[in-house]
């Protein structure tokens, strides 16, 4: 069995109906839960309430489990609690693998490497997902996009490679279904870097509609997240954004030699993704 964290997420999502296709066994683990029709879990799937932040809750959630997909969320990180708490969770109930979606941040020195080193001290076996920054992060438009065909950001003119939270998704399940990925650590990105003006362009094409680019200043968009953001997460946030270090700014080969094909463009996420912005 597989244990998914953070399985009504992004990638959560995407990635247990993957690995329900395959056929294996899942526990899909969340604070909420799924959502019903199309967003739905897929049929033999089984759904737990647990929160990463109160290891009691996990170990009859991890009951059964071989493998681990951990994912943390910003909350988790700004809590008190630390990660021997999940990883002795995850020891108890017999888990013997952990696929960790880490962050590049980690790689580049931005995010201080806590869990990861805590996942390698384990003596469990493990892989490590660095993801750049999302394309889906871009649903935070969604608002103003709707409401007045704009997009409000800073640093219109600063490129990374965002990743496609899809690719992220068949990575962990290439990853957590094949042999030879223990102690390995893989880098995504997209295919190419992109600004936020571009991305604002790619969402207009998909719409087909002209969408306006509002430039924000650093301390207007730092005012901003920090109603839904912890105030380190926000800083180091709004740094990769407006002064990304070289490394951040790589286009990683991962993706494509993982997956066997190119990683998705942010255009083309925009096109499936477009009825959101509507």
Do not use: C
Not at 6 to 20: I, S, W
Not at 187 to 198: H, N, S, W
Not at 221 to 232: D, G, S, T, V, Y
Request: proline share 7%.
């Amino acid at each position: 069995m597989i244990v998914v964290t953070g399985a009504t997420g992004n990638v959560g999502r995407p990635l247990v109906r993957a690995l329900a296709a395959a056929g294996e066994r899942v526990t899909a683990l969340s604070r909420s839960l799924p959502r019903e029709g199309a967003e739905a879990l897929p049929a033999g799937v089984r759904h737990r309430s647990a929160d990463l932040t109160d290891p009691a809750s996990l170990g009859p959630s991890f009951e059964g489990a071989r493998t681990l997909f951990l994912l943390v969320t910003g909350d988790w990180m700004s809590s008190s609690a630390g990660p021997e708490g999940i990883l002795d969770a995850a020891r108890s109930a017999g888990v013997r693998r952990i696929v960790h979606l880490s962050s590049q941040g980690v790689a580049t020195r931005r995010h201080p490497p806590v869990l990861e080193d805590a996942i390698k001290r384990s003596g469990l076996g493990w892989t490590m997902l660095r993801p750049g920054g999302f394309s889906s992060n871009t649903f935070r438009w969604a608002g103003t996009i709707r409401t007045r065909r704009a997009v409000v950001a800073p640093f219109g003119d600063v490129a990374l490679p965002v990743v496609d939270p899809a690719d992220i998704a068949e990575v962990a399940a290439v990853t957590l279904l094949e042999a030879g990925h223990e102690g390995r650590t893989y880098e995504l990105t997209g295919p190419a870097p992109v600004t936020p003006r571009q991305q604002t362009e790619a969402l207009a094409q998909a719409l087909g509609e002209t969408i306006h680019f509002v430039e924000q200043s650093r301390a207007q968009a730092r005012e901003q997240m920090l109603h839904f953001m912890p105030e380190q997460v926000v800083e180091s946030t709004l740094d990769t954004l407006g002064a990304p270090l070289p490394g951040e700014q790589e286009v990683s080969p991962d993706v494509e030699k993982l997956l066997g094909r190119p990683a998705r463009t942010f255009a083309a996420w925009a096109q499936r993704n477009a009825a959101a912005f509507e």
